[in-house]
C-alpha cells in the first residue's frame, strides 16, 4: 500500500481530484484563511466570500455544480450557519444537480458540541459527520459525491472538524476512494461503529471513538463492552439511539453531545411510559461534555470500575487541550516590540485564534475587542489590537467602529499569518477600504517611522 | 516525542522528519498541542510520534521519551513536560534553559547544547537521535535536508555535520 501524507487540506484535494470537485468556497477566518492556503492543487479555484451569507448567494446563483465550503465556526457564528444550512436545504431541492460538501472548522472541542446540539435541535436534516480520523473526512466526500447519492438529503454534506483533526498531520497508507465506496455500498452509506458484544453499552462520538476501542482492544474487554460510536448524525439517530436504550441496562455515555445524552434520558422515560422497558437503565456520563474533556486514562479508569475490574489509582494527569491558536509571525512580534519600546503604558488585546504573550489580554472575537476598549479608561496607555486579516474584513461592521473609537490611542496590527502573497494582496486592498480620515495606514516595512513618530492624538495606526 | 518550536522552525522540521520516516518505510503523526500548567498558562508542544502502525493521537502521563525544547521555556511551564516524559526519557535543549530539579524524578539523560551553537544545532541533533533509531545513513539525511528546504539548507547541513562528527 502506498504511504502519504495526509491533513484535512490534502484529504480535500484528494476528494477535489478523484470527484471532479473544481470549486472551493472559503468564508473568510482566519483557520480557513490557513486552510485554503495549504490547498495547492492547481485545477482547484478557490473563491474567498465575507460571510455565510455571500455563500448562500454563491450557491444559489452560480453555474457551479460540485463544490467543497471552508467555513470556521465560532459561537458568535453559529446561528448564521444553522440559518445558512436551512436555507441550503431550500436550494437543493430546487436544483437536483447541485452536490456539495461544507467543512465546519471548530476551534475548540465545545463548539462541536454546540453544533451537534444546535443542528439535532433545529432538526437540520442533512448529512451530518463528526469524523474520528482523517480516513472518515475522506469517507464523507464519498458519501456526497459519489453518484449514488441523489436524495438532497445526500447530496449535501457538512463535516464537523474537531481541532483534533485540524491540527493533525499523519504519514499513513493513502486513502483508497475505491475500497471506501464498496465499503459504504456494503454497509448502505453508514459510517458508525458498532465494537464488541459485551452487556454495558459505551456510546461516543467523534475522535473519542478510536480511544474507547482502543481501551476495549488493549484490556480485551471485547465480552464486557459494546461500543457504539456515532458518526453520522441528523438522521435516525433517534431509533440507533433508541436501540440502545431497550438492549442496554448500563449506559455509559463517553465525550458525547448534551443533545444526545438528553434524546438517551428522554426516550429511556417514553419506553418505561410505554411498559417497553422495566426500568430506566443506569446512564453514566464521564466529563463535563461542554467544557471539559476526559483523559484516556480517566475513560479506561471508568470504564474498568463500571465493569468490576477494580479501581486503579491515578497520578494527576497532565492536563493538555488541542485547541486551535496561532502564534503571530515574527514581523507582528517587532512591530510590537518597536511600539511597546517607545511608550511607557502599553496594553496589549489579541484577538483569538492569535497568541501573543501572557501580558496580553487574549478575547474570542472583534466585538470583544470592542467593548474592551470601550470600557477601558486609561487615557495615557497605547493600545495594541493585534487581530488577523481576514477577521477584520470578515467583521467589517465592528471593525470600522473599531476605528472610530474615540480619545483611545490604538494601534492595530493585522496578521496574515503566511497566506499566500496573492491572497494577502486581496485582503490589504480590501482592508484600506475601511481607511478614512484619523486613520494612517503603516507597512511593517516603515517600522523604524514609528519610533519617530509623536504619539499624540487619538489617531488610530493601521499595521499591515 | 515532544518539540517545543516556533512555526517557523518547525515547518521546516516536520518536512524532514516526514521524510525521513518515509525513508524508513515507518509511519507517523504530528499534532500541536497545549499543556497547561499549574498557573494555568499553556505551553504549546508539538507531539511527533513513530511507529509501525498508525500511531495513537493522545498524550498521556509518561508517554513520551524524547523532548527537545528548541524555543525557550519557563521554568513553570516545564513542569507539564516533565509529567509527559518518560522514567529515563531524553532532554534536549540549550545549556541552563532546562530546569533538572522539575526533571528530577524521571531520571531523565539531559543533553545540554552549547548557546553558542544556536538552536539550529538543537534540531541537528533531533535529527541525528532520529537518523540512528531509524538507521538512516548520514548522507542520506543529508540528501533529505538539502532536498526539502533547498535554499535554506546551508545552516543546518553544517551542524547537523558538525554533531554527527562527535
Same mark, same amino acid.
Not at chain 2, 533529505?144 to 554527527?164: G, M, P, W
Given at each position: 500500500m502506498v504511504k502519504d501524507r495526509l491533513s484535512i487540506p490534502r484529504i480535500i484535494e484528494k476528494i477535489s481530484s478523484r470527484y471532479g470537485v473544481e470549486t472551493i468556497y472559503v468564508i473568510l477566518d482566519a483557520l480557513s484563511v490557513r486552510m485554503a492556503d495549504r490547498i495547492t492543487l492547481g485545477k482547484i479555484r478557490k473563491i474567498y466570500l465575507k460571510d455565510a451569507m455571500e455563500l448562500l448567494y454563491a450557491v444559489a446563483d452560480s453555474s457551479v455544480k460540485k463544490f467543497i465550503a471552508l467555513i470556521a465556526l465560532r459561537e458568535s457564528n453559529m446561528a448564521k450557519i444553522v440559518f445558512l444550512l436551512q436555507k441550503m436545504i431550500h436550494i437543493l431541492e430546487q436544483n437536483e444537480d447541485i452536490k456539495g460538501l461544507l467543512f465546519l472548522l471548530c476551534y475548540d472541542r465545545k463548539t462541536v458540541f454546540r453544533a451537534v446540539d444546535e443542528f439535532l435541535m433545529h432538526g437540520i436534516d442533512i448529512l451530518t459527520i463528526v469524523p474520528p480520523n482523517l480516513y472518515t473526512v475522506a469517507a464523507s466526500g464519498t458519501l456526497v459525491?459519489?453518484?449514488?447519492?441523489?436524495?438532497y438529503r445526500e447530496r449535501l454534506g457538512i463535516v464537523i472538524c474537531g481541532p483534533a483533526l485540524i491540527g493533525l498531520e499523519i504519514l499513513d497508507e493513502d486513502v483508497d476512494f475505491d475500497v471506501m465506496e464498496r465499503m459504504l455500498v456494503s454497509r448502505e452509506g453508514v459510517l458508525d461503529i458498532h465494537y464488541g458484544f459485551g452487556k454495558v453499552a459505551v456510546v461516543c462520538m467523534g475522535t473519542v471513538i478510536e480511544d474507547i476501542v482502543d481501551i476495549a482492544n488493549r484490556r480485551n474487554l471485547q465480552k464486557d463492552l459494546a461500543v457504539y460510536g456515532f458518526i453520522q448524525f441528523g438522521r435516525n439517530l433517534k431509533e440507533k439511539l433508541g436501540e440502545i436504550v431497550l438492549r442496554y441496562g448500563n449506559i455509559l455515555v463517553l465525550g458525547c453531545s448534551k443533545a444526545i445524552i438528553d434524546d438517551l434520558r428522554i426516550l429511556a422515560h417514553e419506553f418505561v411510559e410505554k411498559g417497553k422497558i422495566a426500568r430506566i437503565p443506569n446512564f453514566i456520563t464521564i466529563g463535563d461534555t461542554h467544557r471539559g474533556f476526559p483523559s484516556e486514562e480517566a475513560m479506561e479508569r471508568a470504564i474498568l470500575d463500571i465493569l468490576g475490574h477494580g479501581k486503579i489509582s491515578g497520578d494527576y494527569e497532565v492536563s493538555a487541550t488541542n485547541s486551535i491558536r496561532f502564534e503571530c509571525s515574527r514581523e507582528v512580534r517587532e512591530a510590537i516590540d518597536v511600539i511597546s519600546s517607545v511608550h511607557r503604558k502599553i496594553k496589549k488585546i489579541a484577538v483569538l485564534p492569535l497568541r501573543i504573550d501572557v501580558e496580553a489580554v487574549h478575547v474570542d472575537d472583534l466585538y470583544d475587542a470592542y467593548i474592551l476598549l470601550n470600557s477601558l479608561d486609561d487615557s495615557d496607555s497605547m493600545y495594541i489590537l493585534v487581530m488577523h486579516m481576514a477577521d477584520a474584513i470578515a467583521s467589517g461592521d465592528i471593525f470600522d467602529k473599531v476605528l472610530g473609537v474615540k480619545d483611545k490611542r490604538v494601534v492595530i496590527v493585522l496578521e496574515s499569518?503566511?497566506?499566500g502573497e496573492g491572497v494577502r494582496k486581496v485582503m490589504s486592498k480590501m482592508i484600506s477600504e475601511f481607511t478614512g480620515p484619523g486613520v494612517k495606514v503603516l507597512s511593517f516595512d516603515d517600522l523604524e517611522a514609528l519610533k519617530k513618530r509623536?504619539?499624540?492624538?487619538s489617531r488610530k495606526i493601521l499595521i499591515f | 516525542m515532544a518539540i517545543v518550536a516556533d512555526e517557523e522552525t518547525i515547518d521546516k522540521l516536520r518536512n524532514i522528519l516526514f521524510e525521513m520516516i518515509k525513508t524508513a518505510k515507518l509511519k507517523a503523526s504530528m499534532q500541536k498541542i497545549y499543556l497547561k500548567a499549574m498557573d494555568e498558562r499553556e505551553l504549546g508542544v508539538y507531539i511527533f510520534r513513530i511507529s509501525n502502525v498508525s500511531p495513537r493521537i493522545r498524550v498521556s502521563n509518561n508517554s513520551v521519551d524524547y523532548v527537545a525544547i528548541i524555543e525557550d521555556v519557563d521554568a513553570d511551564l516545564q513542569e507539564p513536560l516533565a509529567r509527559i516524559l518518560r522514567e529515563q526519557g531524553i532532554i534536549v535543549s540549550l545549556?541552563?534553559?532546562? +530546569?533538572?530539579s522539575i526533571f528530577v524524578d524521571k531520571a531523565p539523560s539531559v543533553v545540554g547544547i552549547d548557546e553558542?551553537?544556536?538552536?539550529i544545532s538543537i534540531v541537528a541533533r533531533l535529527l541525528n537521535d532520529i537518523s540512528r533509531l531509524l538507521s538512516l545513513r548520514r548522507d542520506v539525511v543529508l540528501k533529505i535536508i538539502k532536498t526539502v528546504i533547498? +535554499?535554506?539548507s546551508e545552516e543546518l547541513i553544517e551542524a547537523y555535520r558538525l554533531v554527527t562528527r562527535r
Amino acid at each position: 500500500m502506498v504511504k502519504d501524507r495526509l491533513s484535512i487540506p490534502r484529504i480535500i484535494e484528494k476528494i477535489s481530484s478523484r470527484y471532479g470537485v473544481e470549486t472551493i468556497y472559503v468564508i473568510l477566518d482566519a483557520l480557513s484563511v490557513r486552510m485554503a492556503d495549504r490547498i495547492t492543487l492547481g485545477k482547484i479555484r478557490k473563491i474567498y466570500l465575507k460571510d455565510a451569507m455571500e455563500l448562500l448567494y454563491a450557491v444559489a446563483d452560480s453555474s457551479v455544480k460540485k463544490f467543497i465550503a471552508l467555513i470556521a465556526l465560532r459561537e458568535s457564528n453559529m446561528a448564521k450557519i444553522v440559518f445558512l444550512l436551512q436555507k441550503m436545504i431550500h436550494i437543493l431541492e430546487q436544483n437536483e444537480d447541485i452536490k456539495g460538501l461544507l467543512f465546519l472548522l471548530c476551534y475548540d472541542r465545545k463548539t462541536v458540541f454546540r453544533a451537534v446540539d444546535e443542528f439535532l435541535m433545529h432538526g437540520i436534516d442533512i448529512l451530518t459527520i463528526v469524523p474520528p480520523n482523517l480516513y472518515t473526512v475522506a469517507a464523507s466526500g464519498t458519501l456526497v459525491f459519489s453518484a449514488h447519492s441523489d436524495e438532497y438529503r445526500e447530496r449535501l454534506g457538512i463535516v464537523i472538524c474537531g481541532p483534533a483533526l485540524i491540527g493533525l498531520e499523519i504519514l499513513d497508507e493513502d486513502v483508497d476512494f475505491d475500497v471506501m465506496e464498496r465499503m459504504l455500498v456494503s454497509r448502505e452509506g453508514v459510517l458508525d461503529i458498532h465494537y464488541g458484544f459485551g452487556k454495558v453499552a459505551v456510546v461516543c462520538m467523534g475522535t473519542v471513538i478510536e480511544d474507547i476501542v482502543d481501551i476495549a482492544n488493549r484490556r480485551n474487554l471485547q465480552k464486557d463492552l459494546a461500543v457504539y460510536g456515532f458518526i453520522q448524525f441528523g438522521r435516525n439517530l433517534k431509533e440507533k439511539l433508541g436501540e440502545i436504550v431497550l438492549r442496554y441496562g448500563n449506559i455509559l455515555v463517553l465525550g458525547c453531545s448534551k443533545a444526545i445524552i438528553d434524546d438517551l434520558r428522554i426516550l429511556a422515560h417514553e419506553f418505561v411510559e410505554k411498559g417497553k422497558i422495566a426500568r430506566i437503565p443506569n446512564f453514566i456520563t464521564i466529563g463535563d461534555t461542554h467544557r471539559g474533556f476526559p483523559s484516556e486514562e480517566a475513560m479506561e479508569r471508568a470504564i474498568l470500575d463500571i465493569l468490576g475490574h477494580g479501581k486503579i489509582s491515578g497520578d494527576y494527569e497532565v492536563s493538555a487541550t488541542n485547541s486551535i491558536r496561532f502564534e503571530c509571525s515574527r514581523e507582528v512580534r517587532e512591530a510590537i516590540d518597536v511600539i511597546s519600546s517607545v511608550h511607557r503604558k502599553i496594553k496589549k488585546i489579541a484577538v483569538l485564534p492569535l497568541r501573543i504573550d501572557v501580558e496580553a489580554v487574549h478575547v474570542d472575537d472583534l466585538y470583544d475587542a470592542y467593548i474592551l476598549l470601550n470600557s477601558l479608561d486609561d487615557s495615557d496607555s497605547m493600545y495594541i489590537l493585534v487581530m488577523h486579516m481576514a477577521d477584520a474584513i470578515a467583521s467589517g461592521d465592528i471593525f470600522d467602529k473599531v476605528l472610530g473609537v474615540k480619545d483611545k490611542r490604538v494601534v492595530i496590527v493585522l496578521e496574515s499569518n503566511d497566506v499566500g502573497e496573492g491572497v494577502r494582496k486581496v485582503m490589504s486592498k480590501m482592508i484600506s477600504e475601511f481607511t478614512g480620515p484619523g486613520v494612517k495606514v503603516l507597512s511593517f516595512d516603515d517600522l523604524e517611522a514609528l519610533k519617530k513618530r509623536k504619539w499624540r492624538g487619538s489617531r488610530k495606526i493601521l499595521i499591515f | 516525542m515532544a518539540i517545543v518550536a516556533d512555526e517557523e522552525t518547525i515547518d521546516k522540521l516536520r518536512n524532514i522528519l516526514f521524510e525521513m520516516i518515509k525513508t524508513a518505510k515507518l509511519k507517523a503523526s504530528m499534532q500541536k498541542i497545549y499543556l497547561k500548567a499549574m498557573d494555568e498558562r499553556e505551553l504549546g508542544v508539538y507531539i511527533f510520534r513513530i511507529s509501525n502502525v498508525s500511531p495513537r493521537i493522545r498524550v498521556s502521563n509518561n508517554s513520551v521519551d524524547y523532548v527537545a525544547i528548541i524555543e525557550d521555556v519557563d521554568a513553570d511551564l516545564q513542569e507539564p513536560l516533565a509529567r509527559i516524559l518518560r522514567e529515563q526519557g531524553i532532554i534536549v535543549s540549550l545549556k541552563n534553559n532546562v +530546569d533538572i530539579s522539575i526533571f528530577v524524578d524521571k531520571a531523565p539523560s539531559v543533553v545540554g547544547i552549547d548557546e553558542n551553537r544556536g538552536k539550529i544545532s538543537i534540531v541537528a541533533r533531533l535529527l541525528n537521535d532520529i537518523s540512528r533509531l531509524l538507521s538512516l545513513r548520514r548522507d542520506v539525511v543529508l540528501k533529505i535536508i538539502k532536498t526539502v528546504i533547498k +535554499d535554506e539548507s546551508e545552516e543546518l547541513i553544517e551542524a547537523y555535520r558538525l554533531v554527527t562528527r562527535r
